[in-house]
């Protein structure tokens, strides 16, 4: 019985925001492929904002954690 207190759950997988935000931007893409030709720039105006905010979340996440070394150096690589 003591064995069964002293396990814990494993923790789930984190999923980074900027993932979620990045899939995010291709729902308007997508949506633009099938509806009328007067929606399609204005969705993937939508996408494309989307995804550039998704890509600065990335840039800032890779900022602030210290475990993103090869996501900093990949980066910052052009400032060298």
């Known amino acids: 019985m003591s ?5 814990t759950e494993p923790a789930m997988p984190k999923t980074e925001r900027w993932v979620i935000v990045m899939g995010c931007a291709f729902v308007p893409v997508l949506a633009a492929l099938v509806l009328p030709e007067a ?9 494309g904002l989307t995804f550039l905010a998704g890509f600065a979340l990335m840039v800032r996440e890779s900022r ?3 475990d993103n070394e090869g996501l900093r150096q990949l980066i910052h ?3 060298e």
């Open 77 to 79: 690589s052009e400032r």
């Open 39 to 47: 929606a399609r720039i204005p969705l993937l105006a939508i996408g």
């Open 3 to 7: 064995d069964k207190q002293n396990r």
């Open 64 to 66: 602030r954690s210290r």
